[in-house]
């Protein structure tokens, strides 16, 4: 079967006793075959052993089904049986293959299409379990990867925007522009994005395009201003001196404003080849003492309560 015409999923987001409302298939020797059908159920024992050894890449559902296995989620997260820890769960479990699928997705439109229900569901969980946003922080990828990267700098950036009083509307904006506040560096080298020291002049030259190379790719989408405000100003500084406008304080844009501070705040606490992750606490507080020029102070301050929501839970 050719798999483009399927979509990956995890098998932990597959309740154990509640019949799939899909046809399930697993990749074998680079083939994909039929491995549960609609209105069969698997055991938890069979799910937590495949669990075990499921990387994200051996599960798939056709893409006919899409809209089937998303109505499956949101089933999960409306329902008693499970408490806040696990729909964070299940919500983010279901989103990282498609993060992944996303930013494999050659064409935009479609990967912004697939995105809008998630981030949705992501709101949707804040505004209905008050304490979601410190189980989905707590859940956070410690690894950098691309895909783990921009979905934790949306989480973050729609708690932040939640502390800071931003309504419904503007949180799900929010979301998307924080998942693809990176876009543009589809378009630079893919040597410059992996290498493991420091970049020469030349290539932290092209890597500082980044910002220029998306507003040009979501200029060609049916997206917010504010969405491509978070992208072409992720990594403009408060005090004036960041790029690629050097624009100041209050002229930033709020949504360039937070995914700075979200996208920093990730950096410093994920694990990557040159650099040991920091206590989440502490690496506000270094961007508050240390850093604290490049971002708005009363974001600052508010990040800090949405860290301490997550301690709390």
């Known amino acids: 079967m050719d798999a483009t015409n399927f979509f990956k999923v995890r098998i932990n987001t597959l309740i154990p006793g509640k019949p799939v409302t899909f046809d399930l298939y697993v990749r074998v020797a680079g083939q994909i075959i039929m491995y549960l059908r609609n209105g069969d159920q698997l055991t938890k024992d069979k799910v937590d052993r495949l669990s075990a050894k499921d990387s994200g890449s051996h599960f798939y559902i056709r893409d006919t089904e899409r809209v089937g296995y998303r109505d499956y989620v949101h089933e999960q997260l409306n329902s008693d049986q499970f408490d806040a820890f696990q729909k964070a769960q299940i919500l983010r479990e279901s989103s990282m293959t498609i993060m992944e699928e996303l930013f494999e997705q050659p064409d935009v439109s479609i990967a912004l299409e697939h995105s809008r229900p998630m981030v ?11 304490t979601a946003m410190a189980h989905l922080i707590s859940l956070s990828g410690h690894d950098f990867y691309t895909y783990n990267h921009s979905l934790d700098v949306a989480i973050y950036s729609m708690g932040l925007a939640d502390a800071l009083g931003f309504n419904k509307k503007e949180l799900e ?141």
């Open 120 to 130: 949705k569901e992501f709101v949707h969980l804040m505004d209905t379990e008050p």
């Open 173 to 313: 904006e929010m979301g998307l522009g924080a998942l693809f506040h990176d876009i543009g560096k589809r378009q630079v080298s893919l040597d410059i994005l992996t290498k493991k020291g420091p970049l020469d002049d030349a290539e932290w030259a092209q890597m500082q395009k980044h910002p220029q190379y998306g507003l040009i790719i979501l200029n060609e989408q049916n997206v917010s201003d504010a969405v491509k405000a978070a992208c072409f100003e992720h990594h403009e500084s408060f005090v004036g001196n960041g790029y690629p406008q050097q624009l100041p304080g209050q002229d930033i844009h709020p949504f360039g404003r937070i995914v700075a501070i979200t996208d920093t705040y990730d950096a410093m606490t994920t694990q990557r080849s040159y650099n040991v992750p920091m206590k989440p606490l502490d690496a506000v507080t270094m961007m508050k003492e240390k850093l604290a020029g490049r971002y708005d102070p009363e974001m600052l301050k508010a990040m800090h309560s949405v860290l301490f929501k997550l301690k709390a839970a």
